[in-house]
Protein backbone atom coordinates (compact mmCIF):
# COMPACT_ATOMS: atom_id res chain seq x y z
CA UNK A 1 0.00 0.00 0.00
CA UNK A 2 1.59 3.74 -0.57
CA UNK A 3 -0.28 6.78 0.18
CA UNK A 4 0.85 10.13 -0.74
CA UNK A 5 1.27 12.86 2.03
CA UNK A 6 0.56 16.69 1.25
CA UNK A 7 1.28 19.76 2.65
CA UNK A 8 -1.60 22.22 4.52
CA UNK A 9 -1.86 25.71 5.73
CA UNK A 10 -0.71 26.37 9.02
CA UNK A 11 -4.06 27.90 10.73
CA UNK A 12 -2.21 29.56 13.41
CA UNK A 13 0.88 31.34 13.64
CA UNK A 14 1.82 29.76 17.01
CA UNK A 15 2.33 26.79 15.38
CA UNK A 16 5.20 27.39 13.40
CA UNK A 17 7.63 26.05 14.04
CA UNK A 18 5.45 23.82 16.06
CA UNK A 19 5.66 25.81 19.20
CA UNK A 20 3.99 22.54 21.20
CA UNK A 21 7.10 20.71 20.43
CA UNK A 22 9.82 22.98 21.79
CA UNK A 23 7.28 23.41 24.55
CA UNK A 24 7.56 19.52 24.98
CA UNK A 25 11.34 19.86 24.81
CA UNK A 26 11.78 22.17 27.55
CA UNK A 27 9.53 19.90 30.01
CA UNK A 28 11.58 16.73 29.36
CA UNK A 29 14.54 18.41 29.18
CA UNK A 30 13.27 19.88 33.00
CA UNK A 31 12.62 16.26 34.30
CA UNK A 32 15.57 14.79 33.13
CA UNK A 33 18.02 17.24 34.86
CA UNK A 34 15.45 16.83 38.18
CA UNK A 35 14.03 20.00 37.60
CA UNK A 36 10.90 18.63 38.04
CA UNK A 37 11.36 15.24 40.10
CA UNK A 38 9.60 12.20 40.13
CA UNK A 39 6.48 12.26 42.42
CA UNK A 40 5.97 15.65 41.70
CA UNK A 41 3.69 17.75 39.55
CA UNK A 42 4.26 19.49 36.09
CA UNK A 43 3.07 23.28 35.41
CA UNK A 44 -0.51 23.32 35.08
CA UNK A 45 -1.83 23.94 31.83
CA UNK A 46 -2.80 27.83 32.50
CA UNK A 47 0.54 28.61 33.97
CA UNK A 48 2.46 27.00 30.72
CA UNK A 49 -0.03 28.80 29.01
CA UNK A 50 1.35 32.29 31.00
CA UNK A 51 4.99 31.55 31.06
CA UNK A 52 4.95 30.62 27.52
CA UNK A 53 2.17 33.03 25.54
CA UNK A 54 0.23 29.92 24.25
CA UNK A 55 -2.86 28.64 23.88
CA UNK A 56 -4.19 26.29 26.02
CA UNK A 57 -4.74 23.97 22.97
CA UNK A 58 -0.81 24.34 22.58
CA UNK A 59 -0.02 23.63 26.19
CA UNK A 60 -2.23 20.45 26.15
CA UNK A 61 -0.85 19.21 22.57
CA UNK A 62 2.87 19.85 24.30
CA UNK A 63 1.87 17.58 27.57
CA UNK A 64 0.53 14.70 25.21
CA UNK A 65 3.99 14.66 23.98
CA UNK A 66 5.69 14.13 27.56
CA UNK A 67 2.89 11.96 28.38
CA UNK A 68 3.88 10.07 25.10
CA UNK A 69 7.28 9.95 26.24
CA UNK A 70 6.79 8.05 28.96
CA UNK A 71 7.78 10.26 31.54
CA UNK A 72 4.23 11.66 33.20
CA UNK A 73 1.01 10.19 34.44
CA UNK A 74 -2.16 13.11 33.63
CA UNK A 75 -4.59 12.62 36.28
CA UNK A 76 -7.74 14.34 36.25
CA UNK A 77 -8.48 17.31 38.39
CA UNK A 78 -4.80 16.71 39.83
CA UNK A 79 -2.76 17.54 37.03
CA UNK A 80 0.52 15.52 35.38
CA UNK A 81 2.79 13.93 38.04
CA UNK A 82 6.25 13.10 36.98
CA UNK A 83 6.69 9.11 36.84
CA UNK A 84 10.17 8.42 35.72
CA UNK A 85 13.18 10.72 34.31
CA UNK A 86 14.25 7.89 31.61
CA UNK A 87 12.07 7.70 28.88
CA UNK A 88 10.82 4.66 27.70
CA UNK A 89 12.91 3.44 24.49
CA UNK A 90 9.10 2.92 22.80
CA UNK A 91 8.36 5.90 20.38
CA UNK A 92 5.08 7.13 18.82
CA UNK A 93 5.82 8.87 15.72
CA UNK A 94 2.40 11.06 15.02
CA UNK A 95 2.33 12.27 11.40
CA UNK A 96 -0.77 14.45 10.19
CA UNK A 97 0.73 16.48 7.35
CA UNK A 98 4.01 17.04 5.34
CA UNK A 99 5.32 19.58 8.27
CA UNK A 100 4.99 16.94 10.48
CA UNK A 101 6.57 14.60 8.63
CA UNK A 102 9.59 16.85 8.46
CA UNK A 103 9.76 18.18 11.90
CA UNK A 104 10.45 14.73 12.88
CA UNK A 105 13.94 15.90 13.47
CA UNK A 106 13.17 17.65 16.30
CA UNK A 107 11.82 15.09 18.74
CA UNK A 108 14.38 12.43 17.26
CA UNK A 109 18.37 12.68 16.15
CA UNK A 110 19.72 10.47 13.69
CA UNK A 111 23.25 9.86 14.21
CA UNK A 112 25.05 8.11 11.31
CA UNK A 113 27.07 4.98 11.15
CA UNK A 114 28.76 5.56 7.68
CA UNK A 115 27.96 6.73 4.11
CA UNK A 116 29.73 5.43 1.35
CA UNK A 117 29.23 5.35 -2.60
CA UNK A 118 27.43 2.26 -3.84
CA UNK A 119 26.00 0.71 -7.00
CA UNK A 120 22.46 0.44 -6.83
CA UNK A 121 20.51 -2.84 -6.39
CA UNK A 122 17.45 -3.48 -8.01
CA UNK A 123 14.95 -2.55 -5.21
CA UNK A 124 16.40 0.70 -3.55
CA UNK A 125 16.70 1.72 -7.72
CA UNK A 126 12.94 0.70 -7.88
CA UNK A 127 12.26 3.42 -5.27
CA UNK A 128 14.70 5.83 -7.21
CA UNK A 129 12.86 6.10 -10.12
CA UNK A 130 16.53 4.42 -12.20
CA UNK A 131 17.77 1.50 -13.06
CA UNK A 132 19.89 -1.27 -10.73
CA UNK A 133 23.56 -0.89 -11.31
CA UNK A 134 23.90 3.51 -11.28
CA UNK A 135 25.97 4.84 -8.84
CA UNK A 136 24.33 6.61 -5.37
CA UNK A 137 25.30 7.29 -1.92
CA UNK A 138 23.97 5.05 0.63
CA UNK A 139 23.89 6.92 4.39
CA UNK A 140 23.00 4.33 6.87
CA UNK A 141 22.11 5.67 10.83
CA UNK A 142 20.33 5.30 13.76
CA UNK A 143 17.72 6.94 15.16
CA UNK A 144 17.03 7.99 18.55
CA UNK A 145 15.14 10.69 21.02
CA UNK A 146 16.39 14.06 21.58
CA UNK A 147 17.14 13.43 25.10
CA UNK A 148 17.72 9.70 24.89
CA UNK A 149 20.76 7.81 23.01
CA UNK A 150 19.00 4.26 22.99
CA UNK A 151 18.07 3.53 18.94
CA UNK A 152 14.51 3.12 18.25
CA UNK A 153 14.84 2.38 14.22
CA UNK A 154 17.88 1.81 11.83
CA UNK A 155 17.39 3.86 8.44
CA UNK A 156 19.28 3.70 4.85
CA UNK A 157 19.50 6.41 2.66
CA UNK A 158 20.17 6.45 -0.51
CA UNK A 159 20.73 9.66 -2.64
CA UNK A 160 21.24 9.67 -6.36
CA UNK A 161 22.20 12.26 -9.15
CA UNK A 162 23.56 14.79 -6.99
CA UNK A 163 26.57 17.40 -7.80
CA UNK A 164 30.25 16.63 -7.05
CA UNK A 165 30.40 19.42 -3.99
CA UNK A 166 26.95 17.45 -2.26
CA UNK A 167 28.33 13.87 -3.00
CA UNK A 168 31.67 14.77 -1.18
CA UNK A 169 29.78 16.55 1.93
CA UNK A 170 27.06 13.36 2.29
CA UNK A 171 30.62 11.34 2.64
CA UNK A 172 32.19 13.51 4.98
CA UNK A 173 30.98 12.05 8.76
CA UNK A 174 30.47 15.51 10.09
CA UNK A 175 28.13 16.63 7.23
CA UNK A 176 26.64 13.80 5.79
CA UNK A 177 22.91 13.92 8.06
CA UNK A 178 23.39 18.08 7.97
CA UNK A 179 23.48 17.67 3.81
CA UNK A 180 20.79 14.88 3.99
CA UNK A 181 18.87 17.31 6.33
CA UNK A 182 19.35 20.14 3.85
CA UNK A 183 17.67 18.26 0.66
CA UNK A 184 14.61 17.31 2.47
CA UNK A 185 13.37 20.92 4.11
CA UNK A 186 9.76 21.87 3.71
CA UNK A 187 10.64 24.68 0.70
CA UNK A 188 12.28 21.65 -1.52
CA UNK A 189 9.72 18.94 -1.02
CA UNK A 190 6.93 18.90 -2.94
CA UNK A 191 5.39 15.47 -1.62
CA UNK A 192 6.53 12.35 -0.06
CA UNK A 193 5.23 8.46 -1.24
CA UNK A 194 5.34 6.15 1.84
CA UNK A 195 5.03 2.33 2.03
CA UNK A 196 4.58 0.47 4.91
CA UNK A 197 4.98 -3.49 5.70
CA UNK A 198 5.76 -5.80 8.39
CA UNK A 199 9.44 -7.72 7.81
CA UNK A 200 11.81 -9.06 10.02
CA UNK A 201 14.97 -7.44 10.97
CA UNK A 202 18.15 -8.38 8.79
CA UNK A 203 21.56 -8.77 10.65
CA UNK A 204 23.21 -5.68 9.82
CA UNK A 205 19.73 -3.64 11.26
CA UNK A 206 19.63 -6.08 14.10
CA UNK A 207 23.20 -5.44 15.34
CA UNK A 208 22.83 -1.41 14.88
CA UNK A 209 19.82 -1.52 17.19
CA UNK A 210 21.17 -4.18 19.84
CA UNK A 211 18.40 -6.79 18.51
CA UNK A 212 17.99 -10.34 17.66
CA UNK A 213 18.04 -11.37 14.08
CA UNK A 214 14.98 -11.91 12.16
CA UNK A 215 12.86 -10.50 15.22
CA UNK A 216 9.96 -8.46 13.62
CA UNK A 217 10.18 -5.07 12.72
CA UNK A 218 8.04 -1.84 11.53
CA UNK A 219 9.68 -0.89 7.48
CA UNK A 220 8.77 2.66 6.08
CA UNK A 221 9.82 3.61 2.76
CA UNK A 222 9.54 6.88 1.83
CA UNK A 223 10.11 8.75 -1.52
CA UNK A 224 10.56 12.29 -1.34
CA UNK A 225 9.92 14.28 -4.62
CA UNK A 226 10.39 17.73 -5.33
CA UNK A 227 7.98 20.02 -7.50
CA UNK A 228 8.74 18.95 -10.60
CA UNK A 229 8.58 15.15 -9.86
CA UNK A 230 12.07 14.03 -9.10
CA UNK A 231 13.44 12.05 -6.81
CA UNK A 232 15.39 14.05 -3.70
CA UNK A 233 16.24 10.74 -1.84
CA UNK A 234 14.65 7.38 -0.71
CA UNK A 235 14.99 6.08 3.01
CA UNK A 236 13.99 3.04 4.20
CA UNK A 237 13.61 2.39 7.63
CA UNK A 238 13.32 -0.61 10.29
CA UNK A 239 11.65 -0.44 13.47
CA UNK A 240 11.27 -3.04 16.41
CA UNK A 241 7.89 -4.23 16.38
CA UNK A 242 8.17 -3.91 20.23
CA UNK A 243 9.92 -0.21 20.12
CA UNK A 244 7.54 2.19 17.70
CA UNK A 245 4.46 3.06 17.24
CA UNK A 246 2.93 4.94 14.09
CA UNK A 247 -0.49 7.26 14.04
CA UNK A 248 -2.03 9.15 11.75
CA UNK A 249 -5.56 10.81 11.23
CA UNK A 250 -7.46 10.31 7.99
CA UNK A 251 -9.98 13.33 6.97
CA UNK A 252 -12.52 13.57 4.39
CA UNK A 253 -12.01 16.44 1.70
Not at 38 to 47: C, H, R, S, Y
Amino acid sequence: MSTKTSSSKTTSPEAAPHRYRQVADELIAGIISAKYPVETFLPTEKILCEHYGISRYTAREALNLVEMAGLIERRQGSGSIVVSRTPPVRYNHNIQNIEDLLQYGNASRLRPLFSREIVLAPEPAHFLRTTAGMPAILLCGVRHQRHDNRPFSFTRIYIAGKTATVRKALLDPEQSVLTMLKLINLKNVHHIEQVFSAVELDDEAAEALGCEARAAAFRTDRVYFDEKGGVILYAASWHPGNLFSYSTVLQRD
